[in-house]
């Protein structure tokens, strides 16, 4: 399955965004996403991630009472929806489907190319 994030830009402290990850050559529907994000200079880390049904999410404390992770499966895409965003939520948020262990650590088959979020101060 091919993955492609989008949504990112610059926004505000304090502002929201929503990014999307949306799928192509398989349907999405099948795997569960996972959101990660990179700062520059920093690991990679998860951030958020949802199951097949979306019946389960999973938060990052970072990202837990901020961030909403949703899909459409309809849609053959995943979101995850920020609101107050801070400065240190600036990185590349990548997607990722086909998770083999847990949620938060992977390993995952398939990743998106990532889409970058600034959020200013």
């Known amino acids: 399955v091919q993955l492609q994030a989008s949504g990112g830009g610059l926004v505000q402290a304090g502002g929201s965004l929503r990014v999307s990850c949306a799928a192509s050559?398989?349907?999405?529907?099948?795997?569960?996403v996972g959101w990660f994000r990179q700062a520059p200079g920093k690991a990679r880390e998860f951030v958020a991630a949802?199951?097949?049904?979306?019946?389960?999410?999973l938060y990052a404390d970072s990202a837990k009472g901020r961030f909403t992770i949703s899909r459409d499966n309809a849609k053959n895409t995943v979101y995850l929806r920020m609101n107050s965003l801070k400065p240190e939520d600036t990185a590349v948020y990548y997607c990722?489907?086909?998770?083999?262990?847990?949620?938060?650590?992977?390993?995952?088959?398939?990743w998106g190319q990532g889409t970058l979020v600034t959020v200013s101060s």
């Open positions: 050559g398989r349907t999405l529907s099948k795997y569960a």
């Open positions: 990722a489907a086909g998770v083999r262990g847990s949620l938060d650590r992977g390993p995952y088959d398939y």
């Open positions: 949802i199951t097949v049904s979306g019946s389960s999410t």
